[in-house]
């Protein structure tokens, strides 16, 4: 665990010993305590961890109201003019309906979907809200800060505090509860950001760091992604593939406001694409494949192709009152609770079935339907995965967003050459899981599927394109577009 040096730095101000600190700490989510667990954010307006019961009501009357107006309404381009309204409003009353529905299944601890990556816009009313668990059973005091770093997460930015914070450089986290209804015992801490003490003066990266307030060593880190939303997209982001069966092709054309005339291109604007919040295999463009007429192209003839994957495996735990779909065996032991997965095996040359999946997300939760939610527990997961033999020069690992999408021991599995398969154990908390097998080949850190799941060009994915422009003295860089947006070909 490293030491937190930079929080006494950013009290003394000295800019230049900020960033000799920052050299060691990479740009990426990890952990540094064993006994954190169950890291979760949601994106939300202030105002979004209420039920949209009365927005729903709101949307009735006003489609009712039209539709009245509509019976009385003689002129022909009038009446069809309220129909579109109609239709509209009636599209935006099924989307909320459809939300609060998943909200009420899913009975999440904050109100709000599901996202890949937590992105939010400068100067707005949106919050990323962050939960996480404490196994310790020692309280222990948590603080965190924000740190800049550059587009492509190799370094933190030779920026003072001043300069991308409003308010405070760091803030406690007061709000924590103790479950009293768990066999494992653990305190469950949440905290948003940005807030009323600290919040970021300027767009780009940054990196949350989440310490021990007493001791100053950090506890693990988070990417954060802030918007400014300067350059947009002018037409729908289309998604197509010239590799019928094999890859994933995104393509979309960004404009840029007037006072960027002067930028270079090839120079000033970078682009990322990520698939379903993974960083391993982000396509990175640093030069538009056309800029013309302030408009910049990416994709079409210069490919931004993804290996497409297979609808994620998954892990239904909401209770462990019983064994639900996928669980071979559940125990109820006096002072722990042990699942047992069925059997799995390569999918390599199995059909892709469609169904609805979390794009390799998570979500925990203690409750089914017609259940009442309580404190949710964790149980020992055990995977089984069989094999004649064992991959060569490769291990074989679990993952997903519950694992930050890197190779983590206490995910990988071992090869049991007696049973003939490959098991392993995860502690993992009551909720839905998504998750993929991958191999970890030697002199590689890119998650391999290839061998183990397959891929299926109908598959759904959910893409994020990142858009940076470095300013004129070359300091930091932009974030001035995001779009995220779900792929499905069926």
Do not use: C
């Not at 693990?220 to 802030?226: D, G, H, L, S, Y």
């Amino acid at each position: 665990m490293k030491a937190l040096y930079f929080f006494v730095l950013f009290l003394s101000g000295s800019i230049g010993l900020l960033a000799q600190d920052f050299e060691e700490l990479p740009g990426e989510n990890a952990i540094y305590f064993d006994d954190i667990k169950s890291i979760e954010f949601r994106v939300l307006l202030n105002d979004d961890h209420a039920d949209p019961t009365a927005q729903i009501g709101a949307l009735n009357e006003e489609i009712a109201q039209l539709r009245s107006l509509g019976k009385v309404e003689d002129n022909p381009d009038k009446q069809e003019a309220i129909l579109d309204n109609i239709a509209t409003k009636e599209r935006t009353l099924n989307s909320v309906y459809n939300d609060k529905s998943e909200r009420d299944k899913w009975n999440l601890r904050f109100a709000a979907p599901l996202s890949a990556l937590p992105i939010i816009n400068l100067n707005s009313e949106q919050a990323i809200y962050y939960a996480f668990d404490d196994l310790n059973e020692n309280p222990t005091g948590y603080s965190y800060t924000v740190i800049p770093f550059s587009w492509d997460w190799a370094a933190p930015l030779d920026l003072a505090s001043s300069e991308y914070l409003n308010g405070f450089s760091s803030s406690e986290i007061r709000d924590y509860v103790y479950p009293e209804l768990t066999v494992t015992n653990y305190t469950a801490y949440r905290f948003h950001f940005p807030n009323n003490e600290i919040s970021p003066a300027i767009s780009g990266n940054y990196l949350l760091v989440v310490y021990e307030t007493n001791s100053e060593e950090v506890a693990f880190t988070r990417r954060i992604f802030v918007a400014s939303q300067e350059f947009p997209f002018v037409d729908d982001v289309r998604n197509n593939s010239f590799d019928r069966d094999s890859l994933q092709n995104i393509n979309f054309t960004i404009s840029y406001p007037e006072k960027y005339n002067k930028l270079a291109p090839d120079r000033d604007v970078k682009v990322v694409v990520i698939q379903n919040g993974r960083f391993d295999n982000a396509i990175i463009r640093e030069k538009p494949a056309l800029a013309m007429n302030g408009r910049l192209r990416y994709g079409y003839q210069d490919k931004m192709g993804f290996q497409p994957g297979k609808e994620f495996r998954y892990i239904m735990m909401q209770t462990l009152n019983y064994a639900q779909v996928g669980t071979q065996l559940l125990n109820q032991n006096k002072d722990n609770y042990e699942v047992y997965l069925a059997p799995q095996e390569e999918r390599v040359y199995h059909p892709n079935f469609f169904y609805r999946d979390l794009n390799g997300k998570f979500v925990t939760m203690n409750g089914v339907q017609n259940e009442e939610p309580g404190d949710a527990d964790y149980a020992h997961v055990y995977f089984t995965y069989y094999r004649d033999d064992p991959y060569y020069q490769a291990d074989l690992y679990v993952v997903g967003q519950f694992t930050d999408w890197q190779f983590k021991d206490e995910y990988r599995l071992s090869y049991n050459n007696r049973k003939g398969h490959y098991e392993g154990e995860a502690f993992l908390k009551q909720g839905y899981y998504d998750y993929y097998y991958a191999l970890k080949k030697k002199g590689s850190n890119r998650l391999n599927i290839d061998q183990t799941e397959g891929h299926t060009f109908q598959t759904s994915n959910e893409y994020t394109i990142l858009v940076y422009y470095t300013t004129p003295n070359g300091r930091f860089e932009k974030l001035v577009a995001t779009r995220t947006l779900s792929v499905n070909y069926w």
